[in-house]
T-cell receptor, first 116, second 114 residues
Framework: DTGVSQDPRHKITKRGQNVTFRCDPI?????LYWYRQTLGQGPEFLTY????????KSRLLSDRFSAERPKGSFSTLEIQRTEQGDSAMYLC??????????????FGEGSRLTVL | KNQVEQSPQSLIILEGKNCTLQ??????????LRWYKQDTGRGPVSLTI???SENTKSNGRYTATLDADTKQSSLHITASQLSDSASYIC?????????????WGLGTSLAVNP
């Protein structure tokens, strides 16, 4: 499977614990995005990387959230001191902005977080 | 204000029937418009991408139309199947080459019953 993969698919944690999600994008894609989606809503942009550089962070991304893409390949999203309001589906997507590509976003299956 | 509105919010049809979903947008400057299908608990999957100059684009039983003058798009599903049951989301890209400026609709929830 050469699509975007996310791990874990589901995570249940107690309030105050830290969690980390991993995203492996399509290998030739240089852009990687993190979104958050709650029930009945569209995905909300959190942050994106071009190669290893984090080019933008949404104001939704509080200081408890941190994302990295150290080698320009896979990325991690860490949430520290989780709160019940962090419960959501965390979606990763990748794309290419190289000449000849459409810039289409390819999404992973998401990581569903439940904070008790 | 940049907005994407979809209608209906939800729709129930019988297997084999056709249906049309609507998307109205007030986004400027417009780059392109995308329709995504999202199954419950899964990530969105792209169905079509349409640029300003395209009026219609098909992908199997899915046909999208775009009227850039009236800022309306539609997604027509022909001969529906049970597996078409999902949320269909209209997304408008604010400008070219920058995926972070996506304006998402809230989606139409489609249920196809046998």
């Amino acid at each position: 499977d050469t699509g975007v993969s996310q791990d874990p698919r589901h995570k249940i944690t107690k309030r105050g614990q830290n969690v980390t999600f991993r995203c492996d994008p399509i290998s030739e894609h240089n852009r990687l995005y993190w979104y958050r989606q709650t029930l009945g809503q569209g995905p909300e942009f959190l942050t994106y990387f071009q190669n290893e550089a984090q080019l933008e962070k949404s104001r939704l991304l509080s200081d408890r959230f941190s994302a990295e893409r150290p080698k320009g390949s896979f990325s991690t999203l860490e949430i520290q001191r989780t709160e019940q309001g962090d419960s959501a589906m965390y979606l990763c997507a990748s794309s290419s902005n190289r000449v000849g590509t459409t810039g289409e976003l390819f999404f992973g299956e998401g990581s569903r977080l439940t904070v008790l | 204000k940049n907005q994407v509105e979809q209608s209906p919010q939800s729709l129930i049809i019988l297997e084999g029937k056709n249906c049309t979903l609507q998307c109205n947008y007030t986004v400027s400057p417009f780059s392109n418009l995308r329709w995504y299908k999202q199954d419950t608990g899964r990530g969105p999957v792209s169905l079509t991408i349409m640029t300003f100059s395209e009026n219609t684009k098909s992908n199997g039983r899915y046909t999208a139309t775009l009227d850039a003058d009236t800022k309306q798009s539609s997604l027509h599903i022909t001969a529906s199947q049970l597996s078409d049951s999902a949320s269909y989301i209209c997304v408008v890209i604010l400008n070219a080459g920058n995926n972070r400026k996506l304006i998402w609709g809230l989606g139409t929830s489609l249920a196809v019953n046998p």
